[in-house]
């Protein structure tokens, strides 16, 4: 196994990591719209999703990945009245790469403001 870290991405607020790579997946942690750089959340559903997308692309690429690679994502909403505003930055972001997906209400997110979280699993490249 190995631990996938990146200053380009929301730091943990528990104790676990951003990612970890095992046999060839990249298991990656949930997100929420935190930018890494200010370490606070940013306000909306539109920007929030934004976030959290390219917070997840930082840990892909610190993995020698690429969105191409992802093959599963869940993402949890804090009200289910912001799909259609985070599903589509979703899409302009994944383009014509559709990997499996799962979206579900939750009643709260770890993160306070958070209104979106997601987490994926990659298929990590051979390096040769």
């Known amino acids: 196994m190995q631990v996938i870290t990146t200053l380009n991405a929301q730091s943990p607020i528990g104790p676990y990591a951003q990612a970890i790579v095992a046999n060839g997946f990249l298991f990656c942690s949930g997100h929420a719209g935190v930018d890494p750089h200010i370490n606070q959340i940013v306000e909306g559903i539109e920007p929030q ?3 959290v997308l390219h917070n997840l692309h930082a840990v892909l690429v610190a993995a020698g990945a690429t969105l191409y690679h992802v093959v599963q994502v869940t993402v949890y909403l804090k009200q289910m ?48």
Do not use: C, E
Not at 109 to 118: I, R
Not at 120 to 128: E, F, L, T, Y
């Open 81 to 128: 009245d912001d799909f259609t505003s985070m599903n589509a930055i979703y899409a302009r972001m994944f383009g014509d790469h559709k990997p499996a997906r799962t979206t579900i209400a939750v009643s709260a997110l770890a993160k306070p403001g958070a209104l979106v979280v997601m987490d994926r699993i990659a298929v990590v490249p051979a390096v040769s």
């Open 49 to 51: 999703t934004r976030q």
